[in-house]
């Protein structure tokens, strides 16, 4: 008995592989290996808006909480580089995220949600957007002006 997508989608993934490779054309689910194939764009999508919020939130971190800066934040912004970084050299139409300003609405506001809840820092207290230059923010060694925040 063939699996379907709905009841198990491992075993509907291999049979669908499986009649692709041996050329049984007739029997793919056409529909549900197209929306497969979109997801897996939009996973890659995902991840790169989920580590730049990431990244972003660490430098809003940095920026306003200078009294608490430690290594550990160090470590995760450059894991985080290091990541976007490796992302876009994969899939380099990823890099047309990077000028989309509705991407970026949605990935600074992550970052600020990120920020407020762990800084105590009032949401309004940060800017409605990103005042960084994105090859700033990609830069190895760049980081953000220091702030108080009263």
């Not at 409605?128 to 002006?145: F, K, M, S, T, Y």
Request: aromatic content about 8%; overall charge negative; glycine content about 2%.
């Amino acid at each position: 008995m063939a699996a379907t997508y709905e009841n198990d989608i491992v075993a509907w993934a291999h049979e669908q592989a499986l009649l692709l490779r041996t050329g049984q054309l007739s029997g793919l689910d056409i529909q549900h290996i197209a929306e497969e194939i979109e997801d897996v764009g939009k996973s890659e999508q995902r991840e790169l808006a989920n580590r730049m919020a990431l990244l972003l939130f660490h430098l809003l971190k940095w920026q306003y909480q200078p009294a608490r800066q430690c290594t550990s934040w160090i470590k995760t912004i450059k894991e985080q580089r290091k990541a976007l970084e490796r992302r876009l050299k994969k899939t380099p139409s990823l890099k047309s995220s990077l000028i989309d300003p509705e991407w970026w609405d949605d990935v600074w506001l992550d970052a600020r949600i990120a920020a407020e809840n762990e800084t105590g820092v009032e949401f309004e207290k940060f800017p409605e957007q990103c005042p960084w230059l994105i090859d700033n923010i990609l830069l190895v060694e760049w980081l953000p002006q220091r702030l108080t925040v009263e």
